[in-house]
C-alpha cells in the first residue's frame, strides 16, 4: 500500500524560493512565478510510476526527485498552474485517493533567535546551507515539520508575508527544516505566515 505523506500546490514560486530550489534541483530548473507541487510517498520506490504518469498527463517539467528506501519525494513545475494541478490530480487518481487523505503537518521545532551573535552567524553560515547568508544581529527563525515536504510551502508563504532571507529549506528526510533571517519584526511576520500556513493544511 502506498501512502501519501505530502501533496502541496504552490501557487507562485516567490523568488528567493525558487532559486534556492534551483541550488539543489536535479532536473528542470524552476524561476520565480512558477506554479509547482510537492509530493512525496511511503515506500519510497513508489515515486518513479507515480513520476511517469504526472509527467505524461500534462507539460510539467519535473525538478527534484529523491528516491530513499522509506520515502520517495518529487516536485515538478510550469508557469501554467492548471498544467500543474492536472498533474497532481493524475496522480492522485493513480492513488485511488484524495488531496485530504494526505499526512497532517506537524510542527516539531519553531523557534526564534533574536540578535544572532558574530560568532553563531560564522557559525551558521560555514554549515551545508544553499540559500542566503545570516548576518551578525539580524533574528533567526527555525522551523521543523514532519514530513519534511511541507516546509517549502511554509518557506513560500513566510517569504510572501514578509521582508525576509532564506537561509535553509531542506524537505528530504524524515523532517523538514527551515532556517529564515531578518529583522526582528519582519521574522516575527514570516514566522507566523509559516505557522499559519501548514497548520490550515488538511489531511490525516
Known amino acids: 500500500m502506498i501512502k501519501l505523506r505530502t501533496y502541496v500546490f504552490i501557487d ?3 523568488p528567493q524560493l525558487a532559486t534556492y530550489l534551483g541550488t539543489v534541483s536535479q532536473g ?3 524561476v520565480p512565478g512558477d506554479a509547482c507541487l510537492w509530493l512525496e510517498v511511503e515506500p519510497g520506490m513508489a515515486i518513479h510510476r507515480l513520476t511517469d504518469v504526472a509527467l505524461k498527463a500534462t507539460r510539467v517539467h519535473l525538478g527534484q526527485q529523491v528516491v530513499e528506501r522509506a520515502f520517495g519525494s518529487m516536485v515538478f513545475h510550469h508557469r501554467d498552474q492548471s498544467d500543474v494541478i492536472e498533474a497532481g490530480r493524475s496522480v492522485l487518481n493513480a492513488l485511488h485517493t484524495t488531496e485530504n487523505s494526505r499526512q ?4 516539531a521545532w519553531s523557534e526564534t533567535v533574536r540578535a544572532i551573535t558574530p560568532d553563531h552567524a560564522v557559525l551558521i553560515n560555514r554549515q551545508d546551507r544553499k540559500g542566503s547568508m545570516i548576518l551578525p544581529g539580524q533574528s533567526m527563525y527555525i522551523l521543523e515539520t514532519e514530513p519534511a515536504g511541507y516546509i517549502v510551502y511554509a518557506a513560500n508563504e513566510a517569504e510572501k508575508a514578509s521582508n525576509i532571507t532564506l537561509i535553509d529549506a531542506r524537505a528530504v528526510g524524515a523532517f523538514g527544516r527551515l532556517t ?3 529583522k526582528e519584526a519582519d521574522i ?3 514566522a507566523q505566515a509559516a505557522i ?3 497548520h490550515n493544511l488538511s489531511g490525516v
Open 12 to 14: 507562485s514560486l516567490q
Open 28 to 30: 528542470f530548473l524552476p
Open 104 to 107: 497532517k503537518c506537524r510542527i
Open 180 to 182: 529564515l533571517a531578518g
Open 188 to 190: 516575527d511576520v514570516a
Open 196 to 198: 499559519n500556513a501548514v
